[in-house]
Each structure stands twice: as C-alpha cells, then as structure tokens.
Nanobody
Framework: QVQLVESGGGLVQPGGSLRLSCAAS????????MSWYRQAPGKERELVAA????????NYADSVKGRFTISRDNAKNTVYLQMNSLKPEDTAVYYC?????????WGQGTQVTVSS
C-alpha cells in the first residue's frame, strides 16, 4: 500500500541544478518525517537530508550543506530535494525514505549523474 515514487533525476553539468520529487501515498504523509538518501557505485547508502513532519526542522549531510534544500508540501504528499551547484561527487542514485512504525519504506530511486 505504501508507495514512494521519485522523479526528476537526470544528467547535468557540474555547477548545474536539479529538483527531485518524491510522491508518497498509502499513509498519512503529514504525520511522518521524510528523508533523502543516496548511493554511489561502490559506496554505502548515505543520508543526504531529512525533514520533520511539519517542516519545522531540517538536517543535511555536511557534504551538501549550503547547496541542497529539502522541503515538503503536505497538501500534495510530496517531498522535494533542490540540488544546486552540483558536483561530480554528487553522482548517485537518490532514494526517498519514510519510517512508518517499525518499518522503513524506500522509493525505487532516481539516477543523478553530474558530468561534463
């Protein structure tokens, strides 16, 4: 029933921008914190950004602070990740995550490639 569907990934040049979206369904979206993770080839999946259920608080990985912004629109059941000043090291599959009760839910991921 729970579904998380990411979109907005693609190929972008260094210094460029992308906005990722995660459309959520199957649960009371506004009641839960949401987060974005990423996984690059040969690396562990890492937390990129997180946001509280009310948008009252956000947290970011040190590597993306000042460049990425997480936001949510509870009326649209959607969480966003605005990515600016992209670097080649940002290349990864980006995943939307929700922790609901004792279970973690993941989207299918969207590929972001930063290359000239």
């Amino acid at each position: 029933q729970v579904q998380l569907v990411e979109s907005g990934g693609g190929l972008v040049q260094p210094g460029g921008s992308l906005r990722l979206s995660c459309a959520a369904s199957g649960f009371t979206f506004s009641s839960y914190a949401m987060s974005w993770y990423r996984q690059a080839p040969g690396k562990e999946r890492e937390l990129v950004a997180a946001i509280t259920s009310t948008s009252g608080g956000t947290n970011y990985a040190d590597s993306v602070k000042g460049r990425f912004t997480i936001s949510r629109d509870n009326a649209k059941n959607t969480v966003y990740l605005q990515m600016n000043s992209l670097k080649p090291e940002d290349t990864a599959v980006y995943y939307c995550k929700a922790d609901i009760a004792v279970r973690t839910y993941w989207g299918q991921g969207t590929q972001v490639t930063v290359s000239s």
